[in-house]
């Protein structure tokens, strides 16, 4: 078992290293800080719903290591970044059983294609992601995201319809298509007691900031 340990031990620190390397750079609020929240978040949602922390831990740190193939040709983040997950978590020859179990999670936490896990430890992931998508961090975020892309901060003229990941569109458009529905997607009690009032700051937020654009304060 101790050997066990210090295979997990070794792997998660050489393949932090990788990934903090890899996502040098990222621009679309995809980093390495956000990584190391959805990590915290996971752990966090974990203390009270359980879950293995092992598991969580690995595929939260590795569920965004692909983010850049999606800029670069389009491909879906989430299978591309579950492939090189598996074959990153064999080269530490951790058991088979863990690594289908990490690669699951990473394959269906993408929020945009809708997919209720089958696992506890993939449904925390996807909660830990979505919350990072909404409260003061989210905003932060969706202009981070918009200013990278060379997306409007707002366009009225902008049709608000049914989320699509790979289409940018104006930050006030991207809250009603996404952020503001995401916390009606999460799985878990302990994240949804932790969207309430992440959820309440971004409705404040976006009143605050369309009185200021028309002129009403
Ligand atoms: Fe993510």
Redesign the pocket.
């Known amino acids: 078992m101790d050997n066990l340990n210090n295979k997990f031990k070794e792997a998660y620190e050489k393949i932090s290293y990788h990934v903090k390397e890899k996502l040098k750079g990222e621009k679309s609020g995809?980093d390495w800080l956000?990584?190391q929240r959805?990590i915290k978040n996971s752990l966090r949602i974990a203390e009270k719903e359980g879950g293995d922390r092992e598991i969580l831990r690995f595929a939260s740190l590795l569920?965004?290591v692909e983010?850049g193939l999606e800029h670069e040709k389009g491909v879906d983040h989430a299978t591309e970044s579950a492939e090189s997950a598996r074959k990153i978590l064999v080269r530490y020859g951790l058991p088979k059983k863990f690594i289908d179990k990490v690669v699951y999670a990473i394959r269906v936490?993408r929020y945009g294609k809708k997919i209720v896990p089958k696992t506890l430890e993939a449904k925390i992931l996807q909660d830990a992601?979505r919350l990072?998508?909404i409260g003061a961090i989210g905003i932060a975020r969706a202009f981070a995201y918009a200013g990278s892309r060379g997306a409007p901060l707002y366009d009225f003229n902008e049709e608000v319809s049914e989320y699509d990941p790979f289409k940018v569109k104006s930050v006030v458009t991207h809250f009603h298509e996404k952020l503001l529905k995401v916390k009606d997607s999460l799985h878990t009690d302990a994240a949804k007691s932790i969207a309430e009032e992440r959820h309440r700051f971004m409705v404040k937020f976006i009143e605050r900031l369309m009185k200021e654009i028309s002129g009403e304060a």
């Open positions: 995809h956000h990584v959805v569920h965004d983010i936490h992601d990072d998508s």
